[in-house]
């Protein structure tokens, strides 16, 4: 099923203007949560859209673009506008179909849907002469999100969770319409790496995880399924911002290079979710330390020296692989920028989730926890995540937001801020935020496909020179203007990132 989305006026055409909003600001919100909930929900469904950011396309334009992508249905997204005692929700199909035609049987439903979620007044199902349902080849509807001019429509509209509801009810429509078939949905594991607190007798050691869970039973069946592969792991529970997380465990390690290598196993077996946490264990030696172990020292991730053992030892683990002898150095060492023209955007994370929320809080006590985030889309994207972390923070004054950009917009990288008092784009949640700008780095950083496991959020990635800032020096004059050293200023907070220890 192809759907073309239309998000009534932009750019130039604020549309209809009322308590303290634009209409093209608000059909542009709800047109992409409608994009991003039907991809994420179902099969077979293509998405295209007349605009994705606040630009300015003739009607024309919008209906042409339709016709030429052959979409299967059109449905435009508007804000009404009258005397401030108007309100409600109404919807039309072109006044020259019939009451048995496609558009009108695709009407019935979607309004029946939408009515149910939106908590505005009905005005009904009725029919117009609009261009955009008139001119285009397929079935295609226009809803009106309520009055602009009213308080009551208007305060539900600054509410993004009321934007999200009537996206779904759209998408719920939608799917009834077309009988598309919903995804089969297993939760996603998520990274979650956090260190734990530990005693300063402690030593550190490195736990190769496949998988952390909202869900015991889903830990269960990661487990079972890692038993048929002759993997034996365990279930580990935790406690993240007060909630409970299950995290299947494979084994623990005391150098980051045999659990690394333990690692890539992990995932050429198909598991790409493992990972690996910084842990704290007792000093105490084991039982399988069959001979005095000899002690060297290598440097870590963050610079400081590590003692570790001649022969590996393994802790609380049950794992039918022995470990080989660990290497001198470590695979892993801290980047140096000495040619910061020549530091690419594609490459490794280096810094933890931790490390990342830890120096930023350093400045400013209330900066969200974002790291995670950061890493898990930059290992997705092949993206230096710690990089674009020090990015946001340059954008973002330390996620202060003392620029036009407002903390409320979930916009970490400026997005859309292109001077003045021009905003930029807004995202719905934190995560998508940093989707968004992981997103734009790539059409940047290369001109290959975006990988599809994720909708795309960036609302200017086509917008982009693809490939044309390989390195995070050429992003100067390009995300920003002049920023004749934007790179070398992110550059700089990162290396402060590196050796803040």
């Not at 493992?274 to 440097?299: L, N, R, Y």
């Amino acid at each position: 099923m192809k759907l073309y989305l239309d998000p009534g006026h932009g750019g130039e055409d604020p549309g209809a203007q009322g308590n303290g909003l634009n209409e093209k600001d608000i059909t542009l919100a709800i047109a992409l949560k409608i994009r991003n909930i039907i991809l994420n929900d179902y099969e077979n469904v293509q998405v295209n859209m007349s605009r994705t950011s606040d630009t300015t396309k003739s009607l024309a334009q919008r209906s042409s673009a339709a016709n030429a992508w052959d979409a299967d249905f059109f449905l435009a997204i508007h804000i009404n506008s009258a005397d401030s005692s108007a309100q409600g929700y109404e919807d039309f199909i072109y006044n020259g179909a019939s009451n048995s035609s496609r558009a009108a049987t695709i009407q019935d439903i979607i309004h029946a849907e939408v009515i149910k979620a939106n908590h505005l007044k009905d005005r009904g199902q009725k029919k117009a002469n609009f261009h955009v349902i008139r001119e285009t080849n397929m079935p295609a509807l226009l809803t009106e999100n309520g009055f602009i001019s009213n308080k009551h429509d208007a305060q539900q509209m600054k509410d993004s969770s009321w934007q999200q509801q009537v996206a779904q009810a759209h998408v719920n429509g939608i799917a009834i319409a077309f009988n598309l078939k919903r995804k089969t949905k297993k939760e996603t594991p998520k990274a979650t790496i956090t260190l734990k607190p530990t005693q300063s007798s402690s030593a550190t050691v490195y736990t190769v995880y496949v998988g952390s869970y909202k869900s015991k039973e889903n830990a269960a069946d990661r487990v079972s399924e890692l038993k048929k592969k002759n993997i034996k792991s365990s279930i580990f529970t935790t406690k993240i911002s007060g909630a409970t997380w299950y995290r299947v465990k494979v084994a623990t390690y005391t150098t980051h290079a045999n659990a690394e290598k333990r690692l890539k196993a992990i995932e050429k077996a198909g598991y790409k979710d493992a990972f690996i946490i910084i842990e704290k264990a007792s000093a105490q030696p084991t039982k399988s330390a069959a001979q005095k172990p000899t002690t060297s020292t290598h440097k870590t991730t963050t610079g400081k020296p590590a003692t570790t053992t001649s022969k590996e030892t393994i802790t609380n683990v049950g794992t039918n692989t022995t470990p080989s002898p660990v290497p001198t150095t470590n695979t892993k060492e801290t980047p140096i920028i000495a040619a910061p023209g020549q530091f690419t955007i594609l490459g490794p994370t280096f810094l933890s989730p931790e490390q990342m929320n830890q120096f930023v809080k350093k400045v400013n006590p209330n900066a969200p926890e974002l790291g995670q985030f950061y890493q898990t889309y930059g290992k997705h994207y092949g993206i230096r995540g710690d990089v674009a972390f020090a990015q946001a923070i340059h954008e973002t004054d330390y996620f202060r937001f003392t620029g036009v950009v407002k903390p409320e917009q979930n916009n970490y990288s400026g997005i859309g801020a292109t001077g003045g008092d021009t905003r930029g784009a807004s995202f719905e949640n934190q995560e998508e935020g940093v989707l968004a700008q992981l997103q734009h780095l790539y059409a940047y950083a290369t001109a290959k496909p975006l990988p599809d496991q994720y909708p795309l959020v960036d609302p200017r990635f086509q917008l982009v020179e693809r490939g044309s800032a390989p390195t995070w020096t050429a992003l100067n004059g390009k995300w920003a203007v002049p920023g004749i050293t934007y790179g070398q200023s992110i550059l700089n907070l990162y290396e402060k990132m590196i050796h803040s220890g």
